[in-house]
């Protein structure tokens, strides 16, 4: 039996940098056109032309909500429009100016596992100096920083078509051990 559901653990790669640690310590700045708070379940609920900073992280939606755990992390949820997908972007913990950027329909990121999932016609680029380095393509895809691994899968599993997951990778250079 074909799978159809494309793991790739990027993690094999020689490309060690994380999201940006410093960024955890920075307050979360909320903008959108209409704020709701309950301040008894810690959410906030986002409406219209949202934009999430938090240090280099930035997200954008139509939609969003924010959920704080008792424990101080932050559950975030991204929604974007047919027209206008939600994003989001995140530098990375390099000596290079590298980012990665993300947009797909919506976007949820829980800041305790340090995972981010794009769901719906998702694309996931590795910028070096605004230059694309690596580009994923798939109707989901998953990232978990801390394993530096990433999962793609497509819309529906069907048998007779082909995979609807792509990866585009930039070549790496070599590694001399001595």
Do not use: C
């Not at 909320?30 to 609920?45: E, G, P, R």
């Not at 424990?71 to 990375?92: C, F, H, T, V, W």
């Amino acid at each position: 039996m074909r799978i159809l559901i494309f793991i790739l653990a990027l993690s094999a790669l020689p490309m060690s940098a994380n999201a940006n640690q410093a960024d955890r310590d920075k307050p979360l700045i909320i903008n959108a056109d209409q704020v709701d708070l309950d301040d008894l379940k810690q959410k906030y609920t986002l409406t219209g032309d949202v934009l999430l900073v938090r240090g280099s992280m930035v997200g954008t939606g139509e939609r969003g909500f924010v959920l704080v755990t008792p424990e101080g992390y932050q559950m975030i949820d991204l929604n974007g429009k047919s027209n206008l997908p939600a994003s989001m972007r995140q530098r990375r913990e390099t000596l290079q100016d590298e980012f990665m950027q993300g947009i797909a329909k919506d976007i949820l990121y829980d800041d305790k596992k340090e995972r981010l999932l794009l769901v719906g016609n998702a694309t996931v680029k590795r910028l070096l100096n605004m230059q694309m380095l690596d580009q994923l393509h798939g109707w989901q895809i998953e990232y978990e920083d801390v394993k530096e691994s990433y999962r793609i899968k497509p819309q529906k599993l069907d048998l007779n078509q082909p995979p609807q997951s792509r990866a585009i990778l930039a070549p790496r250079k070599k590694v001399v051990v001595q």
